[in-house]
């Protein structure tokens, strides 16, 4: 089973005395690119909260909220250094009433003058507390990674079509072929053979050219190889996860086949299918990018 690395979960908590909630929200990536945004209070645990998210989720570019909020203001970790704040306010004051200007904002500028508002760092994080929250975590991580099951099943469909487009495109590329081979000998035959009964020529010679020109636009082995390409690629979708990097190596393999066939045919026709693999083929490309 194949998992896409677009995800996302949402899981909460809600206690007596504190509520929290944790979002998680993936996108494809070549490495875990982690971006984890939370309280302060928990920021001895970022290490942690990698660990938790890598052995889940393994790569893409992850970005994880969490909020955490105490539902009593006695709970809440930030202090107020009020003498400070009235030292503030007073100052900008009696700025005010010398330029004779509005004081309606003196309170909000006061509060937010340097080191009014201090986190109270002195507050460690309770034990019990950060094991709700990594249970939380968890919890979240378990519902992005399920989601990236849900849309690796509908990626993986959708391959199953690609794929099923690219072998009925071969087989009438297949069933052309023959017909190539007999129009292009038909039309060399008819080029030619006014020409050699006016002018000496070695047969033999003309033989032989022919023989190396059919040989230089032979197709059978680039179906041959692009037909195990294709099995190749299905084998790995369905061989389990973290098959992202391998299929789009697979797919580019299709891709060179695909090309080089076009390239040799020599026919309107089979390039005419040529062009409906190719698209196909970029489809895959595509959402390759996006499987684990």
């Excluded at 508002?117 to 507390?129: G, I, R, Y």
């Amino acid at each position: 089973m194949i998992k896409s690395m677009t995800g996302y979960g949402l899981a909460g908590f809600e206690g007596d005395n504190f509520i929290v909630s944790v979002e998680v929200k993936t996108l494809n990536s070549k490495f875990l690119d982690l971006s984890i945004r939370s309280p302060k209070q928990f920021s001895d645990k970022e290490l942690e909260i990698r660990n938790l998210v890598s052995g889940v989720l393994e790569r893409g570019k992850v970005n994880l909220n969490l909020d955490f909020s105490y539902k009593s203001m006695d709970e809440m970790p930030v202090m107020i250094n009020e003498e400070l704040f009235m030292s503030y306010y007073k100052s900008y004051q009696n700025l005010a009433q010398k330029v004779q200007t509005d004081t309606s904002d003196l309170f909000k500028l006061a509060l937010q003058s340097p080191q009014v508002l201090n986190t109270n760092f002195e507050k460690k994080t309770d034990t019990d507390e950060w094991e709700i929250v990594k249970k939380t975590i968890e919890k979240a991580l378990v519902f992005c990674d399920e989601f990236r099951k849900d849309e690796g099943n509908t990626l993986e469909g959708k391959f199953m079509e690609n794929l099923a487009l690219i072998r009925d495109g071969l087989d009438t590329i297949k069933s052309q072929d023959p017909v190539r081979k007999t129009r292009i000998r038909e039309r060399i035959k008819g080029n030619f053979s006014d020409w050699m009964e006016e002018n000496s020529f070695d047969h033999n010679r003309l033989e032989q050219e022919l023989i190396y020109y059919f040989e230089k636009i032979d197709i059978t082995e680039e179906i041959v190889r692009l037909e195990s390409h294709l099995d190749y690629f299905e084998k790995n979708l369905k061989g389990g996860d973290s098959q992202g990097k391998k299929l789009g190596f697979i797919g580019q393999e299709i891709g060179r086949e695909i090309n080089t066939i076009g390239s040799k045919a020599n026919d309107a026709m089979i390039q005419r299918t040529v062009v409906i693999l190719k698209d196909e083929l970029e489809k895959i490309k595509e959402q390759s990018l996006n499987i684990l």
